[in-house]
């Protein structure tokens, strides 16, 4: 590689092992605290799931009771197919919504960017904010959801978060609103990959609009599906923040998805070990549904 | 004929789009006129979108309220601080794994990208333990030794970095730059956008942040602006006319950020996405 680097250091340490000291001192300043502070807590983590531990007296081994333990709550196992449900109608509704934004939008049209903009902008507002302003809108007597679904002809509109039938349906229209904004511009710039001359050629054979995006067009999203896909499926299954804000995992335990359960055994039961495993289960989780996608998405582009 | 029907086509997709356009903005229009109104007529029915004699004075009475003030200059601090020591950091490190070679160095990267799929949860309780035996609980000291080194940053700058060819590296060798002239010469001007997306994201990221600071600070002088407007949120009785104020300024940062910089967020997300 550098050959006055070598010339220059023959009287000092070996050429390898000094270009390993530069490569190392870049890294080093980030590793240092990315070590400390991220990398040790989650080799931790995987210590404590098969231990009793409290967090002040010591620590015990006990295998795979914990496992069985939080798979022996109902809390666990229901908190578990809420999360299922969830992120399955999320990732679906989202990622509709946000490819058939995009494609209106690659239209030419006045104001794009204007429209844009509207849509992502939920994206970027934080958390907190847009859960007051949801939880107000979402008041059963008096919020203007529920004035418009009278208005709309609706006798008895549902009571959204005040209701354990309707809480979850609740937060998962928040949740597709602020997340859809995002997404359309992935897929905004997929459309855009595609030249125009494509366009233009399937134009003069007489595809129609719609002959056009189905043949060719779709095929062309098909990667950028798969990362739309797998980034929400991440993101939903753990979800937390807005749903924390919004309802607290209630009213009961309606809306406490498997984040919530972790957080509630975390902070609220102070359950090392528990806490770990679930933690752990909803991590293997997320990289089974990797996993698979990579491998269909392997497959398919054969 | 085929003129006429791309006018239909063309108005119904104006419709549509304005139909959803609105449908977004109406929860933060809404909360713009809440944020203008006294408690007693935030709900009143119908809406009137257009209070009648709007109360600027929501505006004012939130800093006495709260110590609003503290919670801004905290919100500013930390995402300030946080960005600047994650970009920094980061970018250095993303010039090591991207151009310097050396035993190790793969490894050391997968572990940083696993770390990425890694949900916070899986870690959160025993980082907040290992916070607590530092003596580092309610501090914003390890608020930003939490969040300023997160695989995130290394990995979307890297990712820049290799697209940048080795020829001006190596040309740069020749001409007597060490591995530091470089970087600092070459690769650091060279990356501006991606450094701008990075900052941006990790800005709007920390300011909005509310899980982090929830867990971590408890005393009234460390709060951040998301867990003020929570404050507002009473057990018995919801002011709601402040809260809303709370929120709409909180949102103006960000909204200054975003539309100052609405290209780079547009390409980052357009990158992050395309790369992976």
């Known amino acids: ?302 | 004929m085929i003129e006429k029907k791309n006018r239909a086509l063309k108005s119904a997709v104006y419709i549509s789009l304005i139909a959803l356009a609105v449908i977004t903005l109406l929860p933060l229009i809404w909360m713009l006129s809440a944020s203008l109104k006294l408690d007693k007529d935030v709900f009143t029915i119908p809406i009137r979108w257009i209070p009648a004699n709007p109360r600027w004075d929501n505006y004012v009475r939130i800093w006495d309220k709260v110590p609003f003030l503290q919670f801004t200059s905290n919100s500013f601090k930390l995402s300030l601080t946080v960005t600047a020591v994650q970009v920094l950091t980061s970018s250095f490190a993303a010039y090591g794994f991207a151009k310097c070679r050396f035993r190790g160095r793969d490894v050391l990267f997968f572990a940083y990208v696993s770390t990425i799929a890694i949900p916070w949860q899986v870690y959160m309780l025993p980082q907040y333990t290992m916070m607590r035996m530092m003596g580092l609980l309610d501090s914003h000291t390890g608020y930003v030794f939490m969040q300023s080194f997160i695989a995130f940053g290394v990995f979307l700058i890297r990712q820049f970095y290799r697209s940048i060819p080795d020829e001006l590296l190596e040309a740069a060798r020749i001409d007597g730059l060490s591995e530091y002239g470089i970087y600092f010469r070459i690769m650091l001007p060279l990356s501006k956008p991606v450094i701008a997306t990075l900052s941006i994201f990790s800005f709007v990221n920390i300011w909005n942040d509310f899980m982090g600071p929830m867990l971590y600070f408890d005393s009234m002088g460390k709060r951040t602006i998301p867990l003020g407007i929570r404050m507002f949120l009473g057990q018995y009785s919801t002011e709601y006319g402040l809260m809303m104020a709370a929120s709409v300024l909180s949102l103006i940062p960000v909204l200054i950020v975003f539309l100052m910089f609405q290209r780079l967020f547009v390409q980052g997300i357009a990158t992050s996405g395309m790369k992976n």
């Open chain 1, 1 to 302: 590689m550098p050959v006055n680097a070598a010339a220059k250091t023959k009287k000092r340490l070996p050429l390898g092992m000094r270009n390993s000291l530069i490569g190392i001192s870049f890294i080093l300043p980030n590793f240092i605290g990315f070590f400390i502070f991220i990398l040790i807590p989650v080799c931790f983590s995987f210590v404590l799931s098969v231990m009793k531990w409290d967090g002040f007296n010591e620590m015990t081994f006990i295998g795979l009771d914990n496992f069985r333990a939080i798979f022996g709550q109902s809390a666990f196992r229901n908190s578990l197919a809420r999360t299922l449900t969830f992120t399955a109608v999320t990732v679906a509704i989202t990622t509709f919504a946000a490819l058939g934004l995009a494609v209106l939008l690659n239209k030419k049209i006045l104001f794009k960017g204007i429209f844009r903009s509207s849509i992502f902008f939920p994206y970027i507002a934080s958390m907190v904010s847009i859960a007051v302003v949801w939880r107000l809108m979402f008041m059963r007597n008096f919020g203007p959801i529920n004035e418009f679904l009278r208005f709309m002809g609706v006798s008895d509109p549902p009571g959204w978060i005040a209701t354990t039938q309707w809480a979850l349906p609740a937060v998962m229209i928040v949740y597709i609103w602020k997340f859809m904004g995002y997404y359309m511009i992935v897929y905004l710039a997929a459309l855009q990959d595609i030249p125009v001359e494509l366009r233009e050629a399937a134009s003069i054979d007489g595809a129609s609009g719609f002959q056009f995006f189905w043949r060719v067009a779709a095929p062309m999203l098909k990667h950028a599906t798969f990362f739309v896909v797998m980034m929400l499926m991440i993101n939903s299954f753990k979800s937390f923040d807005l749903i924390f804000a919004m309802t607290e995992g209630g009213p009961g335990q309606s809306t406490t998805l498997l984040s919530l359960y972790i957080y509630n055994r975390a902070f609220i039961a102070f359950d090392y070990g528990q806490t770990s495993a679930a933690a752990l289960i909803l991590f293997a989780i997320i990289a089974a549904a990797t996993i698979l996608q990579l491998r269909v998405e392997r497959k398919m582009s054969l």
